[in-house]
């Protein structure tokens, strides 16, 4: 069983920052990557940021440059700075894990699983 916290959602002015946090924990042998993903009303769930455990990222368009995604690789937390944020920025955020749960299946690299936070809403109003 995994857990992820998630933390920092809120409301802010267009063109203010917020800064989110998410803690892994829980039956976790090894991390490949963490990410956030976001899902407005009435829209899919979209990836939003993502980095891997080499320190490899990638983001949406629409946030590149605005967003930063940073890990503590020790405390298997990932966060997401955002900034210049925008209306459309709203929505609820989660955070993903795909991780190994045991050494074979990391060995292998096979079975790896995913987990999701609960979601922090954000939202920015103009």
């Known amino acids: 069983q995994v857990q992820l916290v998630e933390s920092g959602g809120g409301l802010v002015q267009a063109g203010g920052s917020l800064r989110l946090s998410c803690a892994a924990s829980?039956?976790?042998?090894?991390?490949?990557?963490m990410g956030w993903y976001r899902q407005a009303p009435g829209n899919q769930r979209e990836l939003v940021a993502a980095?891997?455990?080499?320190?490899?990222?990638n983001y949406a368009d629409s946030v590149k440059g605005r967003f930063t995604i940073s890990r503590d690789t020790a405390k298997n937390t990932v966060y997401l700075q955002m900034n210049s944020l925008k209306p459309e920025d709203t929505g609820i955020y989660y955070c993903n894990s795909n991780y190994y749960s045991d050494y074979e299946s990391w060995r292998g690299h096979v079975n790896a699983l995913d987990a999701w936070g609960q979601g922090t809403l954000v939202t920015v109003s103009s």
């Open positions: 829980g039956s976790i042998f090894s991390i490949n990557a």
């Open positions: 980095i891997t455990s080499g320190g490899s990222t």
